[in-house]
């Protein structure tokens, strides 16, 4: 298959990767208007090279690490675009951008796989799981990116050091409202994602859970979220805490994504999902 | 023609001659009048701010001028000339062009970076705009002034960092709280360095104001300039719970505030982000507090530090802002030269204009009667004929290609064309 779309969008993301890396250091606002312009033209590619994959196969494909790799870059991309259109926390671009174009690089790097995939793989249920499951790490990765942020500006702050971090990194305030925001969104998509999984489980293998590592990983991320999102709501929870957990809950998450799907085995692996011949 | 600015400034004269000299400013209609019997002076601005008193003019007989204007500084009955011996600076062309743009930027200023200076050259300006005393060259001068001190401001960071404890205190609370709208402050104790703070942050658009004093009719006072409300020191631990900034300058000796106390409210508080500022010496707020989360304390000392780092970094952007106005000294410069060819384009064109005209006449009358579309046509050939013959040598003026003696192209264009005797009205070429 044809990955020009596909080099177009991981151009653009290091593209800009480098305007809000300028925008970070010579706090122009003009690099960081280019960064925005230059990631949402790598959307759009990006969003092009999905829609010739599905056509190609015919359905919205998440059976490799690599095409998951993909949807997840997309999400997040998505996430930030529409995060700094309505709450602008310009320096995150610095974190996102990056991380964006790191997940297309890993798509194209890993050695393609083929066959045809597994039916079990293909259906409404299965969609809906994808989509929910990548949204919601999209915005949870958001959060965890903003609790680095906010770690290091707290740190600036308590500490009495007024250096390079503390011009640059936006109010205390306005990265713990990220981390609340990005919290909302992103746990009932995890929580979706979760439920349209284990029941399409149920449907297909006949049991909801299967103590499989992902699923098990997971688990525990949901569960620190929903732990943060209750002290949040209940006990007033906020900054630095907040930001802890949001992180941890970011490494759990990628873990899960990355580390059971290359390290681990399980039936949920990627490994499994091509049908040897 | 000639550049001159005079005066004194914070660095070569004391306060108290500053003050006199600044004295002649008031009747600025006066001093203009002043000014303008002089010939010698085509044009004249003169400003006065907290740190200097100085007149810029343009004049072609520069020595004369300076004399002139250093008299009309000890004109005033209390300065005696000798005052102004030492503390007088005049500076010419280049060094005149710079100063003023380093004045209108605040590189001069006691404070670098200060905002204030701006609108003062601005308002003198009117003010001379106002008595006609300024004219082309230091209209164009005062503009290219306000347009560098704005690049100097956009472009480098000069007036961004705090260089007062007071400001310092808001650009932190900024840090923390992002927007400070509707934040409300607390103040404990007064004392001029807590009200700077308190206006700084009412500018800011804080909320609700309370005071809390030892001797409560001192902060009824208090909070009555400010618009607030005065509570006394026992409701402290009640307004712990609703306020976000609190700075406390009573110097009581000892801790006002311990961190158990601080703790405890916090939980109540929800963690909203807690603000303390400590300016007092001893101390009023048990250090402790700032190891708490979502509590940020600062005294004295961390807010002195800010301080000086702000101080810092406006010298590092000053740097910076050097450079900007010395290119944009050197273009002004160079718009000053061109300016210089001008009377003779002038007169270049002028005299070709007369010898058209001339010409036309006699053309004219020897053809006898014409249509009026044959006599535009006439008109329109001698006009572009002449038009294209002139083009090159203005353009040559224009250019000037020996910066270092721009005068000898000009006087040889002037001596090709003639155009000195004309201007006496000795003789005109037609016969």
């Known amino acids: ?277 | 023609m000639n550049l001159l600015l005079c005066g004194v400034n914070h660095q070569t004269a004391p306060v108290a001659l500053r003050e006199k000299l600044a004295c002649l400013i008031p009747d600025v209609g006066a001093a203009y009048d002043h000014l303008q019997t002089w010939p010698q002076i085509s044009e004249s601005l003169l400003y006065t701010t907290c740190n200097r008193v100085e007149l810029m003019c343009v004049t072609e007989a520069p020595e004369e001028a300076a004399a002139q204007i250093r008299e009309f500084f000890a004109r005033h009955p209390e300065v005696a000339p000798t005052d102004l011996d030492e503390s007088f600076y005049i500076h010419r062309d280049q060094a005149a062009v710079q100063h003023f743009f380093r004045v209108a930027s605040s590189l001069d200023s006691l404070v670098v970076g200060e905002p204030q200076i701006l609108g003062q050259v601005k308002q003198a300006y009117r003010d001379a705009v106002e008595h006609r005393a300024t004219g082309p060259i230091l209209n164009r001068l005062v503009h290219k002034a306000f347009s560098v001190a704005k690049r100097v401001r956009g472009e480098t960071g000069i007036g961004d960092h705090a260089v007062s404890v007071s400001y310092a205190a808001v650009t932190l609370a900024k840090k923390i709280f992002g927007d400070l709208a509707g934040k409300n402050v607390l103040l404990l104790g007064a004392g001029e360095m807590a009200e700077l703070a308190l206006e700084h942050l009412k500018g800011q658009g804080a909320g609700k104001i309370t005071v809390a004093n030892r001797t409560l009719e001192r902060g009824v006072r208090l909070a009555r300039r400010f618009g607030g409300e005065a509570v006394s020191l026992e409701e402290l631990p009640d307004q712990l719970l609703t306020v976000d900034i609190l700075i406390s300058s009573t110097g009581a000796g000892d801790f006002l505030i311990s961190r158990d106390q601080v703790k405890g409210v916090m939980r109540r508080r929800k963690q909203r982000p807690l603000f303390l500022i400590d300016i007092a010496v001893p101390r009023d707020l048990d250090p402790g507090i700032n190891d708490l989360d979502n509590v940020y304390l600062y005294n004295i000392d961390d807010l002195k530090e800010v301080v000086e780092q702000g101080w810092e970094r406006r010298r590092h952007e000053a740097t910076k802002a050097e450079r900007l106005v010395a290119a944009e000294t050197l273009k002004f410069l160079n718009w000053l030269e061109t300016l210089a060819v001008y009377p003779t384009i002038i007169d270049l064109r002028d005299k070709a204009e007369a010898i058209c005209q001339a010409e036309l006449k006699k053309t004219l009358n020897q053809l006898g009667p014409l249509t009026p579309a044959q006599r535009q046509a006439l008109e329109v050939l001698t006009a572009s004929i002449t038009r294209k013959l002139l083009h090159d040598p203005i353009i040559f003026l224009k250019r000037n290609r020996r910066p270092k003696n721009p005068h000898q192209e000009l006087n040889l264009v002037r001596r090709l064309f003639n155009l000195d005797r004309d201007r006496n009205g000795n003789a005109s070429e037609e016969n």
């Open chain 1, 1 to 277: 298959m044809n990955h020009l779309f596909l080099y177009l969008a991981l151009a653009a993301y290091f593209g800009a990767t480098g305007l809000w890396l300028a925008y970070f250091l010579a706090q122009r606002e003009t690099y960081h208007r280019a960064g925005a312009w230059v990631m949402a033209g790598g959307l759009a590619v990006h969003t092009l090279a999905l829609i010739q994959r599905a056509i190609f196969a015919g359905s919205l494909v998440a059976a490799t690490f690599g095409e998951a790799l993909l949807l997840l870059g997309w999400a997040l991309a998505a996430a930030f675009l529409l995060l700094i259109w309505r709450y602008p926390i310009k320096v995150l671009g610095v974190l996102v951008a990056p991380l964006a174009a790191l997940m297309v690089s890993g798509a194209l790097l890993l050695p393609p796989v083929s066959g045809p995939v597994s039916p079990l793989l293909q259906g409404f249920w299965l969609t809906a799981h994808i989509c929910l499951t990548l949204t919601g790490y999209a915005a949870l990765a958001l959060a965890g990116l903003g609790g680095v942020l906010y770690l290091i500006q707290e740190r600036q702050i308590k500490g009495k050091q007024f250096g390079f971090f503390y011009r640059r990194l936006p109010s205390l305030s306005q990265l713990d409202t990220l981390n609340y925001w990005c919290l909302t969104i992103g746990f009932p998509l995890l929580t979706g994602g979760i439920i349209t999984g284990s029941l399409y489980a149920q449907h297909a293998l006949g049991r909801f859970f299967s103590w499989d590592p992902k699923e098990i990983l997971t688990l525990i991320a949901w569960l620190i979220y929903a732990v943060l999102l209750h002290e949040r709501l209940a006990v007033g929870w906020r900054g630095r805490r907040a930001a802890l957990l949001a992180i941890c809950g970011f490494l759990v998450l990628v873990c899960t994504f990355v580390g059971a799907n290359l390290w681990l085995t399980g039936y949920h692996s990627f490994a499994g999902f091509i049908q040897k011949p």
